[in-house]
């Protein structure tokens, strides 16, 4: 029921529910406040807002107060506009003389709203503490004399983020912002505190002091850290990224903002936030290297590109076409991963192209098709419960992990989580933790899938669920049978289920048994949907763009003659119909002559190191596009090409729902580093095609005619029984399972070189039982070797009394750490740990065990 | 454009000769070039082409706020920028419904005078270097720097000042100012008088101007010409007497309109007059002008006082957005027009109701005046040319803006 009042003597009719100041900003009236904020419950703590309500004794806090019909509001009133002005005087009073040099000086809500109140000459003086300023994190800053004490940044980290780590310590005039107790902050530090503050007492700590409101341009973009694909604008000052933050106009606050707030609802996390600065790193090549007597070289594009083109011609010319092979990468964009599939399938002829999402999200694809790629989070927010398996969402997904929290919370949804690790979310917003041993994830899901089966009364769930149980999955797992039958209870109770997990570094080696596992769970579970979430910024536009060497474009197969021969169209050529070689079966040992790696750093990140380092070295000739000379560059290259950051190219990316946003261009790109869309169509042109793309846009044009011509054909998913596989066990033999999953603040091949992100984690660390470490013999802190496949890493350990005994949990990402070395090809792999200072290699397992009886 | 223009001056059989003047030709008063097309030592037909001191300052003008805006009106008419300024704030406050304090308005008479003094000083002197008056370049530049120097007492710059605020002046002016101005009246006078005695009778002078480059009041009026080139054919039109700004409706001035003959003698001798007014005003602003404030009270528009800046949080808070995000202007459009040296000059100002503006125009009297000069030197000899742009006072800053 609508209600409808008068502001100011204009009708204004709004939704019920709505509150007075609702009603003022539909009719365009301004209302000064500090402490209100469209995200944030109302709150009522700085008192600006009053009006004046006829029949009321009193002004009356707009924020605060719903809308009634009938209501007769008055904004502009003496006593209104007395007490606003009041107010701020005596916020003003305490307030330091810091514009000239404040950050927020123009952006200031406390300034704007001064002005707007009209104070303009101060009667009760300036009675300032002058405290010193706070270092609440690395990246967070709190400058206690500037505080208002609107209270925003504390609840924005309770309401939004979930973490509660900031509240007011003591009252009254000695009241602060802080943590409880004065403890080090222990949050996702995400930085939504530093977003929210209207005034600038909370700062980010690495944009302090760099760049004047009205010096700097912003951009819209999207952030590129992962598939969450949030909008956030980059702050620029000739040719500079400064910061990141929030697309301001989500967080608008205009309470009947039917905007849609984008998939990151307005909010950022720690990557999205402070991981930019790598833009900037020294280690940045600005030119392509060419490798001369053994070392890289500075030289010109021309002579590097055409020293590309030639080496692929040659080996086109020699071997054949598909002794030529590209591996890409989700964080390009929709368009470059679109140019390099043309280019290898047009220009060289060959279905030679792939990534790393073989290993996650392109087995998920085959398992379950297109299908599951297509859901909004907006319709996996109506869910009513939610079975979160494998990695925390809070360390791969962020932002969709603390949208999950307000589900959970403010709606009374049920979390589920289930995985080897101890997640963020275990505490206070998982109604029920299953903690699963490492690998069993799909062992878990087979398990609700059987008792589910076996308690549904109609029996229309296949027979073959049946096929395995309760009991052999709790044997499996290590959860107790018990809480798995409680678990399937609670699950079938809410029926609509979300079972979610992020397609990340975790699920390596079992991608389609798990999708496939999850698949047959929802035969048992009608009402439930999957949601694979895909893990890099456009590791699904990928998959559309055809990236791969089995798929074309709208996930079409290469076997599919009907879309090659529309495409071969499209393209004026006849396109290879043998299947490429993915990256699995050239790093198996498939003859290559080029091997031209594109934003991905083979050398440390990938699974199955050892294969992956042979393939570069057997590869006759190496070309690596990327930002730095990582490890791949600098032992294997033949050629480096520098490519840009996602702030120095126009281009979109596609996230984990399907939606492609478009990034704008920032910055011109840092030295003579190019856009990769850019490198490809030169190199394209050197190779003898005729493409005449002048701009991403272009090539977005192309793009859509192309999907518009092969659509995506919709097969159901298959649901095949599969005996769980079983799972190696580590009783006694002084071997741990290794466990590992993304890190939030080491966010892959870029996100590492980000000096502030590694503020918050200097050294990879193996966590361990602190038990286990006792029985190892290892003091927490030490330095431990962790072999396993050959390999052999030394880090730092860890103790965490939240891991099951038999795991060591070692991060991925961290380029001094490359877990890839240890994973072989299986999902699960047992590693042994000792002490540093202990002997290495063979003897050691013996050792061990000696140490333990 | 230009390119087009040449061609279709040169005609088809290309017979005749064009002779380009500029753009760095000393007498073109800037970077004004002109092709012309040549029958001997006639002129058949002249182009002139604009453009080579285009800074886009209409479209900067959107990114900038009110107060911001009023450092580039400066550098349109540099000659005598305080026009400039005057014509950017008289639009400025009528949009924006900002009162100015009585005794600003009377000071404005006195800043926009003495700009009208340094614009025709340079005019002078300039003109009568073209026709060959060297002796007189060097007087009329010796009295210029006695103005600049009241502009430097008023507020440390010379020419780009900007000292006049949306709101009224910036401060009081400091103490000599007022003495300063007023021991030079008479020095002021001596000198006009003594360019009246060089030129006015001299025979070369006439011979160069008189008759040449003449214009009709209906061709003048026709052709929207304003300011001295309209008042040198006998219309006695003046802003500031047909629309009143500032303080000019309080003093008493004469509108002179030359010879009424419309040639370049005409436009010379009424600017010589115009002078000697501009002493006249400023005498009776001396002693008329009321005491009282200078900025406008309303805090919203006007600078806080320096000092209260350093200790006050509110003089503070104000300050910094007001200048950074420029005080807010009702939605809404206005057309205000003053009497520059050189014409109306008028700024067409559209506001969206933020602090800065939606789209700014400006008509600039030296852009319009210019489009004559075809018309005044055809079938003139070529030294005429030189002459008429003269009379005629463009400074190209305000023409390309």
Redesign the interface.
């Known amino acids: 029921m609508p209600v409808t009042l008068t502001v100011d003597g204009q009708e204004v009719t709004v939704p019920d529910g709505a509150t007075i100041l609702d009603a003022c900003r539909q009719a365009g009236i301004y209302i000064p406040t500090l402490c209100f904020d469209t995200f944030l419950k109302p709150y009522g703590a700085c008192r600006m807002c009053v009006v004046e309500v006829e029949r009321a004794p009193k002004p009356l806090s707009s924020c605060n107060t719903a809308a009634m019909d009938g209501m007769v509001v008055s904004t502009k009133t003496e006593p209104v506009v007395h007490a606003q002005q009041g107010i701020m005087?005596m916020t003003?009073?305490h307030?330091?003389?810091d514009?000239?040099y404040c950050d927020k000086?123009?952006v200031?809500d406390?300034?704007?709203t001064?002005?707007e109140v009209?104070?303009?000459?101060?009667k009760l003086g300036?009675d300032n503490p002058n405290e010193p300023d706070h270092e609440l994190s690395p990246l967070i800053e709190w400058d206690p004399n500037r505080c208002i004490y609107c209270g925003k940044c504390v609840r924005v980290c309770d309401e939004r983020v979930g973490d509660s780590a900031l509240t007011f310590n003591l009252r009254g005039f000695h009241s602060y912002i802080g943590t409880q107790f004065d403890e080090p902050l222990d949050c996702v530090e995400c930085g939504e505190c530093i977003e929210v503050c209207p005034v600038g007492a909370l700062l980010s700590r690495p944009f302090m002091h760099s760049g004047r409101?009205?010096q700097v341009h912003q951009s819209e973009s999207v952030c590129n850290h992962c598939s969450v694909g949030c909008q956030m604008h980059v702050e620029t000052r000739m040719g500079e990224v400064l910061r990141t933050k929030a697309n301001p106009a989500l967080r608008d606050q205009t309470p009947v903002n039917t905007r849609d707030r984008g998939p990151g609802d307005g909010m950022l996390c720690t990557r999205g936030r402070f991981g930019y600065d790598y833009i900037h790193d020294d280690g940045r090549v600005t030119q392509p290297l060419v490798r001369k007597d053994g070392q890289l070289e500075p030289a010109s594009w021309d002579e590097a590109l055409s020293l590309v083109a030639a080496r692929i011609a040659a080996a086109k010319a020699e071997d054949g076409p598909d002794s030529v092979a590209a591996i890409t990468s989700g964080r390009l964009s929709d368009e470059e991963n679109y140019l390099i599939a043309r280019l290898m399938r047009e220009v060289v002829g060959t279905n030679n192209i792939d990534s790393a999402e073989r290993w996650t999200l392109i087995p998920t694809l085959h398992a379950l098709g297109p299908a599951a790629f297509d859901f909004t989070i907006s319709q996996m927010e109506q869910m009513d419960a939610f079975l979160v398996v494998g990695g925390d969402l809070m360390e791969s997904h962020d932002v969709l992990g603390m949208r999950m929290r307000q589900w959970v919370r403010d709606e009374g949804k049920l979390l589920i989580q289930a995985g080897s690790l101890p997640s963020r979310q275990d505490d206070r917003f998982a109604r029920r933790v299953l903690r699963v041993r490492p690998g069993a994830e799909q062992h878990l899901l087979q398990g609700l899938a059987a008792e589910l089966a076996r308690q549904s009364a109609d029996g229309n769930a296949p027979a073959d669920l049946r096929g395995y149980s309760l009991e052999r999955a709790a044997a499996d797992t290590g959860i107790d049978a018990a809480a798995i039958g409680e678990a399937a209870a609670q699950l079938a109770e809410a029926g609509n289920v979300g079972i979610v997990w992020g397609l990340g570094s975790w699920l390596i080696g079992g991608a389609e048994a798990l999708a496939q596992a999850a698949a047959n769970l929802t035969l048992a579970l009608p009402q439930a949907r999957l949601y694979p979430l895909a893990n890099k910024a456009n590791s699904r536009g990928l998959a559309q763009m055809g990236a791969g060497a089995d798929i074309l474009p709208n996930f079409r197969s290469v076997d599919d003659a009907q879309a090659r021969s529309a495409l071969g169209r499209l393209w004026d050529v006849v396109l290879p119909d043998a299947a490429g070689h993915t990256l699995d079966a050239l790093m198996a040992g498939a003859d290559v002559s080029v091997l031209y790696v594109i934003g991905e750093d083979l050398a440390t990140s990938a699974r199955n190191r050892q294969q992956a380092q042979a393939l570069l070295e057997r590869a006759g000739f190496v070309v690596v596009q990327d930002l730095f000379v990582n490890a791949t560059a600098a032992e294997y290259a033949d050629v480096v090409l520098p490519a840009v950051s996602f702030a120095e190219k126009t281009g979109t990316f596609t996230n984990m729902e399907g939606r492609a946003q478009r990034a704008q261009a920032a910055i011109p790109p840092v030295g003579e580093a190019k856009p990769d869309w850019q490198i490809f169509t030169e190199l394209a042109l050197q190779l003898g095609a005729r493409w005449a793309y002048r701009n991403s846009d272009s090539v977005v044009q192309e793009i859509a005619a192309v999907l518009a011509e092969i659509p995506v054909t919709h097969s159901a998913p298959r649901f095949a029984w599969q005996e769980p596989p079983a799972l190696p066990s580590v009783n006694g033999d002084g071997k741990l399972l290794l466990v590992t999953q993304d890190h939030l603040f080491v966010p892959g091949v870029t996100g590492r070189y980000s000096g502030n992100l590694r503020r918050l984690v200097e050294a990879p660390t193996a966590e361990i039982h602190p038990a286990q470490l006792a029985r190892l013999g290892i003091e927490d802190g030490e330095s431990v070797g962790i072999q396993a496949n050959g390999a052999d890493l030394t880090v730092t350990a860890k103790a965490n009394d939240k891991l099951t005994e038999d795991v060591v949990y070692l991060p991925g990402g961290f380029p001094d750490a490359p877990v890839g070395a240890l994973l072989g090809a299986e999902a699960t792999v047992a590693v042994s740990v000792r002490a540093a200072a202990a002997e290495p290699a063979a003897e050691s397992s013996s050792a061990m065990e000696g140490a333990e009886s | 454009m230009a390119t087009v223009e040449i061609e279709r001056i040169a005609g088809e059989d290309d017979s005749g000769l064009i002779l380009n003047m500029g753009p760095q030709h000393p007498s073109t008063h800037g970077v004004l070039r002109v092709v012309l097309k040549m029958d001997g030592e006639y002129i058949e037909e002249a182009v002139p082409i604009i453009g080579y001191l285009h800074r886009g300052t209409e479209k900067i003008a959107e990114s900038e706020t009110y107060t911001q805006i009023l450092g580039y009106t400066d550098r349109m008419d540099y000659t005598a920028a305080a026009s400039s300024n005057l014509g950017w704030l008289v639009a400025v406050e009528a949009l924006a419904g900002i009162e100015v304090p009585e005794r600003a308005q009377w000071l404005r008479c006195i800043v926009g005078e003495l700009g009208r003094l340094a614009g025709h000083l340079v005019w002078i002197g300039t003109h009568a270097l073209d026709i060959g008056a060297m002796s007189v370049f060097l007087y009329a530049f010796r009295a210029r720097e006695r103005v600049l120097e009241l502009f430097e007492e008023l507020c440390g710059a010379r020419m780009t000042h900007s000292v006049m605020r949306p709101g009224g002046f910036l401060e009081e002016p400091r103490e000599p100012f007022y003495e300063k101005l007023e021991s030079l009246f008479d020095y002021f006078v001596k000198e006009i008088d003594q360019f009246d005695k060089l030129l006015s009778k001299n025979d070369l002078w006439i011979g160069r101007t008189v008759d040449v480059g003449v214009i009709t009041a209906d061709d003048a009026i026709a052709m929207g010409l304003s300011g001295p080139c309209l008042r040198g054919s006998g219309v006695e039109w003046d802003i500031r007497k047909a629309e009143p700004y500032a303080a000019y409706d309080k003093v008493e001035f004469d509108v002179p309109t030359g010879t009424g003959k419309g040639d370049v003698y005409s436009r010379y001798i009424l600017r010589i007059e115009e002078m000697r007014q501009s002493v006249r005003i400023m005498r009776q602003v001396i002693e008329h002008m009321p005491p009282g404030p200078v900025m406008t009270d309303d805090?919203?528009v006007g600078r806080?006082d320096t000092p209260?800046l350093?200790?006050?949080?509110?003089?503070?808070?104000?300050?910094?957005?007001?200048y950074?995000?420029g005080f807010p202007v009702p939605r809404g459009e206005t057309y205000a027009a003053i009497e520059a040296p050189k014409g109306e000059l008028a700024f067409y100002v559209v506001s969206d109701g933020s602090g800065k503006p939606y789209r700014m125009h400006v008509r600039s009297p030296s852009f319009v005046n210019l489009q004559s000069l075809p018309y005044l030197v055809k079938g003139r000899l070529l030294a005429d040319v030189v002459a008429v742009i003269g009379s005629i006072d463009i400074v190209l800053g305000e023409i390309d803006r």
């Open positions: 005087e003003l009073q307030h330091p003389l514009c000239p000086s123009g200031c406390l300034q704007h001064a002005y009209g104070v303009y000459r101060s300036s409101a009205w | 805090a919203r806080p209260r350093y200790t006050d949080m509110e003089a503070m808070i104000n300050h910094f957005w007001m950074i995000h």
